[in-house]
């Protein structure tokens, strides 16, 4: 697939933006990865929220980083638009700092693809998570009709993939501020399906090269940790304004009605739950959140690169 791509005159700046959060061990193997790739013009940003592991010591020694320090986590979202605000490429990579890129020339030939197409906003390559890049992690992170991950969808080749991770992916940068970057109500979670949602929107198209092979450590340090009911709570207030804010007040009615039909066969799936949680989660909050799109406030309290 990547026939008749030479590299024959210098490519554009390209600004790579990671946020971290106590993996120094892991970011330090994400940045030399990208050192390996040789890609002239490479401004390399690191945003550090609130680690207490010696990341920011480290980081500090590196006069080949750009670091922005946050005092707490500001959340993968925020913390992103902070680097897109500084960054100076004409593209702008956003890579998770338990990611590594595996191919050589990884970067030149996402690059030159964005290049040749201008109505591309995005470009990525495939996720593995074993060191051998045999075990598919994700081709492209894709969600039902409810809003909800579909693990079958996000492991099948696509020509026009909707969504690109933000493990790993290559973005126009005057696209993403078109749009005004990531909407900061996602803190964590939803936030790159957000950002592809309306690039698409704008009429831009994404685009995945299966060539282009990254190691996604998926690490438990730097996550953080919830009980499975707080992280319930949290994933589908995240979950419902998504819906809401990108495909409408129809649509989330009925992706309510298909859990509240069937209260059992819902409580079974996730018996940690208990009938108390789950109406006040898909009734209580499920009303709020509709009435609240319904009478304008449909911005779901959005925080962007322009605020």
């Known amino acids: 697939m990547n026939e008749g791509i030479a590299i024959t005159m210098p490519l554009p700046r ?7 959060w106590n993996r120094r061990a892991y970011l330090e193997k994400a940045i030399q990865s990208l050192l390996d790739q040789h890609y002239d013009g490479l401004e390399i940003i690191v945003v550090d929220n609130g680690s207490t592991d010696d990341s920011r010591e480290w980081l500090r020694s590196r006069s080949d980083i750009i670091l922005i320090e946050n005092q707490a986590n500001a959340g993968a979202a925020a913390a992103r638009n902070q ?9 702008t990579l956003f890579m998770d700092s338990d990611a590594e890129l595996r191919t050589p020339g990884g970067l030149a030939i996402l690059v030159q693809y964005l290049e040749a197409h201008p109505q591309t906003a995005g470009a990525a390559g495939i996720y593995y998570s074993d060191e051998e890049l045999r075990q598919l992690w994700c081709w492209s992170p894709c969600m039902d009709w409810t809003g909800n991950h579909d693990p079958a969808a996000s492991l099948a080749p696509k020509d026009d993939p909707p969504v690109l991770s933000t493990c790993f992916s290559i973005f126009r940068t005057s696209a993403l501020r078109e ?3 990531f909407d900061e109500y996602f803190f964590y979670l939803y936030e790159d399906a957000d950002l592809c949602e309306r690039l698409r929107k704008r009429g831009y198209g994404l685009y995945v090269n299966p060539e282009v092979k990254i190691l996604h450590h998926y690490a438990e340090p730097g996550r953080t940790r ?3 009911v707080a992280y319930h709570y949290y994933h589908e207030r995240l979950r419902m304004n998504f819906v809401l804010k990108n495909w409408g007040l129809r649509r989330f009615w009925l992706t309510q009605w298909n859990i509240l039909k069937s209260p059992l066969a819902f409580l079974r799936r ?12 898909y009734v209580v909050h499920g009303v709020y959140y509709g009435v609240r799109y319904l009478f304008g406030r449909r911005r779901m309290g959005r925080r962007d690169l322009d605020s």
């Open 14 to 20: 390209l600004s790579a933006i990671l946020v971290s």
């Open 83 to 91: 680097g897109l605000r500084v960054a100076t490429g004409a593209y």
């Open 179 to 181: 749009i005004g970057g």
């Open 226 to 228: 919830r009980g499975e």
């Open 270 to 281: 996730f018996p940690y739950l208990g009938l108390v949680n789950f109406l006040n989660i």
